[in-house]
């Protein structure tokens, strides 16, 4: 199964970003273009993005009611990107539509993968402000299963529950994984992180990694180390 390492380019304007990028004269790195860079700028980031060479994980979340997650999907396959996501909370149907959605005239597809709970959400928040009575665990699994059964080809989840999932929808199902860091380097607001090493070594398929790289006084020596570390190579 493919592995790589995936910059969150988590910038406001298409300048910054291009400027990021400029820095990298080798390797073109896997990128993600989140709410933030796709809202600021709109789609021509993306084409911009993928006419330079980099494979693209498009980081916008969809919710909604199966027909319009379908109909926006297939406008964000036109895109051309390679990966793409949305919520699992918005039910096996939704996904299935969003599944159908995204397949090109040619038959080809992003990736699709799911957001089981945000890492955000913690056991108190699942249980009193959504009335999600299951231990937070359970839940994460049960909509991982979801996303398989829907047809998805993995998750976003935390390196932590890569193994897990890896055991409740097969070795093929992939784990998208953040909340990594080096092991000298800030932990900044992330909760539960491990190393790329050991995200590896937990079952991670793709690290997703913003600021380690992208706050980095030379960010293409730290993707590097994270390569590295991540891919052995
Ligand atoms: O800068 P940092 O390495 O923390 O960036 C991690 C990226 O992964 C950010 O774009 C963040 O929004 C995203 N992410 C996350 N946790 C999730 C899902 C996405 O940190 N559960």
Known sequence: MAKDVIIA????????????????????????IGMELF????????????????????????HDIPNTVKKSMAVLSRLDVDMTNLHAGGTINMMKAALEGLVRPDGTRPILIAVTQLTSTDQESM???????????QVVMHYAKNSMDAGLDGVVCSPLEAG????????????????????DGEVGDQKRVTTP?????????????????????DPVGAYERCVKEFLGC
């Open 164 to 183: 897990k999932v890896k055991g409740v929808c097969g070795n093929n199902f992939i784990t998208v994984t953040p909340g990594v860091r080096f092991a």
């Open 9 to 32: 380019c988590d910038f406001d304007s298409k300048e910054k970003t291009l400027a990021f990028l400029d820095k990298f004269t080798g390797k073109k790195p896997f990128v993600k």
């Open 127 to 137: 249980t009193n402000d959504l009335l999600i009575e299951k231990p937070i665990d």
């Open 39 to 62: 809202y600021a700028e709109g789609p021509e980031i993306v084409k911009e993005i993928k006419a330079r060479g980099h494979k693209i994980f498009l980081d916008l979340k969809l």
């Open 197 to 217: 090493a050991k995200a590896r070594e937990l079952g991670s398929d793709y690290i997703v990694v913003g600021r380690p790289i992208t706050a980095a006084s």
